[in-house]
T-cell receptor
Framework: EAGVTQFPSHSVIEKGQTVTLRCDPI?????LYWYRRVMGKEIKFLLH????????ESGMPNNRFLAERTGGTYSTLKVQPAELEDSGVYFC??????????????FGPGTRLTVL | QQQVKQSPQSLIVQKGGIPIINCAYE??????FPWYQQFPGKGPALLIA?????SEKKEGRFTISFNKSAKQFSLHIMDSQPGDSATYFC??????????????FGKGTMLLVSP
């Protein structure tokens, strides 16, 4: 079974540009999460999808970040326009079903974003 | 403010040693405490987890000790091996009895086990 995949693995952009990150969760997983780790800091929650609906987006830093999950499959996270402080590693995670808690979150390898 | 405090930031032990990583939390609503292990180029992977109604959980060489009154928990790695060299994250989750999971992570500990 394929794990969580993320694309691209690295992205280097200039301040003011737009970047779109993609996450493909494990097939059949209803829950999809986005996290971010700024260098030396903790992994921080950004938002949580249940199928195509945003369940919790309390961690989104500001309105420059837009996450979508059309059709309840893959998800994209767009940053527009990017700022220097957006640099970090963006992780996506998925879990099958939160009916029986706790549900294990499976993480992708992350996208390392560098904003110059 | 940081809700889960993890220490040390880095740790070097010799093969066979017992590294210990400590975490502390403030929010008493946390009710599930997983540890994640991350190798370079990979995402974090669940290693072991504990609920606050038990004081210790052991899986293979990995043990979590949990002190509910002190709001602290720690990871011990027995007979550590070079292959255990990785970054370890403690985390806390809220709402075990609710439908949704939100992980709050510590800053991570880089462990190096020398041969």
């Amino acid at each position: 079974e394929a794990g969580v995949t993320q694309f691209p693995s690295h992205s280097v952009i200039e301040k003011g540009q737009t970047v779109t990150l993609r996450c493909d969760p494990i097939s059949g997983h209803d829950n999809l999460y986005w996290y971010r780790r700024v260098m030396g800091k903790e992994i921080k929650f950004l938002l949580h999808f249940v199928k195509e609906s945003k369940q919790d987006e309390s961690g989104m830093p500001n309105n420059r970040f837009l996450a979508e999950r059309t059709g309840g499959t893959y998800s994209t996270l767009k940053v527009q326009p990017a700022e220097l402080e957006d640099s970090g590693v963006y992780f996506c995670a998925s879990s099958q079903d939160t009916t029986f808690r706790p549900d294990t979150q499976y993480f992708g390898p992350g996208t390392r974003l560098t904003v110059l | 403010q940081q809700q889960v405090k993890q220490s040390p930031q880095s740790l070097i032990v010799q093969k066979g040693g017992i590294p210990i990583i400590n975490c502390a939390y403030e929010n008493t609503a946390f009710d599930y405490f997983p540890w994640y292990q991350q190798f370079p180029g990979k995402g974090p992977a669940l290693l072991i987890a504990i609920r606050p109604d038990v004081s210790e959980k052991k899986e293979g060489r990995f043990t979590i000790s949990f002190n509910k009154s002190a709001k602290q928990f720690s990871l011990h790695i027995m007979d550590s091996q070079p292959g255990d060299s990785a970054t370890y994250f403690c985390a806390a989750d809220i709402g075990l009895n609710s439908g949704y999971s939100t992980l709050t992570f510590g800053k991570g500990t880089m462990l190096l086990v020398s041969p």
